[in-house]
């Protein structure tokens, strides 16, 4: 599962061969949510409040960046990395 980013303890990854809707999966210490690309919501799974608010903070500044991410894996193409939030 390639790594697409990593801050403040959160790394954000995506699975190839994975289902719809497009998404990506934050994993910070031993919490793990799903997060629906399109509309940043959570799919599922559980992350602390401040660590979720991050993650969504981060995902509406890449949004367009996720997308281009779930369209290489979808292809079996490696994801580019995107920025990690300052």
């Known amino acids: ?9 959160i790394v954000i990854k995506m ?13 910070y210490g031993d919490h793990e949510a799903i997060i629906n690309i399109n509309t940043l919501a959570l799919i599922a799974g559980y ?4 660590a ?8 509406s500044l890449h949004q367009e960046e996720l997308i281009k991410c ?3 894996i979808s292809s079996f193409q490696s994801p580019d ?6």
């Open 52 to 59: 979720l608010g991050l993650v969504a903070e981060w995902a």
């Open 70 to 72: 779930w369209q290489k």
């Open 47 to 50: 992350l602390p409040h401040r």
């Open 1 to 9: 599962m390639p790594e697409i980013s990593r801050f403040f303890g």
């Open 15 to 27: 699975y190839y061969e994975d289902h719809l809707p497009p998404h990506f999966h934050a994993e």
């Open 81 to 86: 990395k995107i920025n990690p939030l300052e």
